[in-house]
């Protein structure tokens, strides 16, 4: 059934709203409500964790108004035990709600929607249904599976290096590339790198403008996978682990000293269970940081790490930016170090890809899909 203009045009409004807060690890909801009159009476959005649902904002904004009106939400309302999202509506007199897509949390009573149905009012899902899907995507891999949703980003040359012979990858793609960069990091509760990219760039890994945080300023954790605890005292991750929280996964059989230095410094570290080849079990890493309450990650290098999520089928989403470089066949090993598929069959890929120009770069982003394994 197509959709009416004007719901199209209020849930894009509603997902705008949505994409202003950073709720995590609470999912992401704009909502407006409009009048009978096809006005609209307000916005709103969940802000941070603390905040009150958008639903609950919105509706204490329009009081009375709200009779009659009718309600857009980017996400199905809760219908908890107990004092509810749906609850609310209900009082407040509304009497049509449409939403963007349905909450998999919500089963309790036979969900909001239908319990919002139940109560006479009328109610239409999937306006804007793809969008509002991707938008609580990350949300929804965490409450299902308990790991965070994974983004891999890399930076590569046209014949696929990350770096010049000498080892130089300062800077391969151009500055518009590093500008989505940061808000990519903005977006995402967490961000990771291997140890050698760690040690070969001695990055800070923090969100540059501030426009870009939280109201209270704060920044994503900076994590770090680092089997021998090699990262040095001095490195600029741990020289700032008090001002911006840093976590070093490490192995069983890594240096107590080194832990000791490192967590005197401001640093987590967290030894997890090592592969037979000796490497972090990225899978329980990214269990320990789920438990933890962090809901996505953005992992921006290095080769062996992006390799390892791929072969492990832990990357959910990746954002390629290629530069127009060629740097040669003694250029440093291409932007994935892994085995990779027998054939391009067999290939992990992007599905439905966005392409941008990005400066003079090219940029392509979306959900990765594997392979389903044969027998």
Same mark, same amino acid.
């Given at each position: 059934m197509s959709k009416s203009d004007a719901d199209v045009r209020h849930m894009a409004a509603a997902l705008a709203q949505a994409q202003r807060g950073r709720p995590s690890p609470e999912p992401p909801v704009g909502v407006l409500i409009v009048s009978g009159e096809g006005e609209v009476l307000t916005e709103a959005?969940?802000?941070s964790d603390a905040d009150s649902p958008a639903v609950e904002q919105a509706l204490e904004a329009v009081g009375e108004a709200a009779k009659g009106a009718t309600l857009y939400a980017t996400l199905e309302p809760n219908n908890a035990e107990g004092q509810t999202t749906v609850d609310q509506i209900l009082s407040a007199g509304i009497? @049509?709600?449409?939403?963007? =897509?349905?909450?998999?949390?919500s089963t309790q009573r036979g969900g909001g929607a239908e319990r919002l149905?139940? !109560?006479? /009012? $009328?109610?239409?899902? +999937?306006?804007? +249904?793809?969008e509002a899907r991707a938008l609580i995507a990350p949300w929804v891999k965490h409450v299902t599976s308990g790991l965070p949703h994974v983004a891999l980003k890399l930076a590569l040359s046209l014949d696929g290096r990350i770096a010049s012979r000498s080892g130089v990858s300062k800077w391969v793609t151009? #500055?518009?590339?590093r500008v989505k960069v940061q808000h990519l990091r903005s977006m995402h509760d967490g961000v990771a790198v291997g140890i050698g990219t760690a040690l070969s760039d001695d990055p800070r890994l923090t969100v540059r403008d501030p426009a870009l945080l939280p109201a209270d300023g704060s920044q994503p954790i900076r994590i770090i996978f680092d089997t021998k605890l090699r990262l040095p005292r001095g490195a600029r991750l741990v020289e700032t682990a008090e001002e911006v929280a840093t976590w070093i996964f490490t192995g069983e059989d890594a240096s107590e000293e080194a832990e000791a230095a /490192?967590?005197?410094?401001?640093?987590? &570290?967290? @030894? &997890?269970?090592? =592969? !037979?080849?000796? @490497?972090?079990?990225?899978?329980? %890493? /990214? $269990?320990?940081?789920?438990? %933890?309450g962090v809901v996505s990650v953005l992992v921006e290098g290095g080769a062996e790490l992006a390799g390892t999520l791929l072969a492990g089928q832990l990357a959910d989403e990746l954002h390629a930016f290629l530069a127009p470089i060629l740097l040669g066949p003694r250029g440093r090993p291409g932007a994935v170090d892994w085995a990779g598929p027998e =054939?391009?069959?067999? %290939?992990?890929? &992007?599905?439905? #890809?966005?392409w941008e120009v990005c400066g003079q770069?090219?940029?392509v982003h979306g959900r990765l899909a594997y392979p389903e394994p044969e027998g």
């Open positions: 959005y969940r802000g009497k @049509r709600v449409v939403l963007g =897509t349905a909450n998999p949390e149905r139940d !109560a006479g /009012l $009328t109610v239409d899902t +999937g306006t804007h +249904g793809a151009g #500055p518009e590339a /490192l967590e005197d410094a401001g640093c987590v &570290v967290r @030894r &997890v269970a090592q =592969t !037979a080849e000796g @490497r972090i079990d990225l899978h329980s %890493a /990214l $269990t320990t940081l789920g438990k %933890a =054939t391009p069959a067999d %290939a992990p890929r &992007v599905i439905d #890809p966005s770069d090219a940029y």
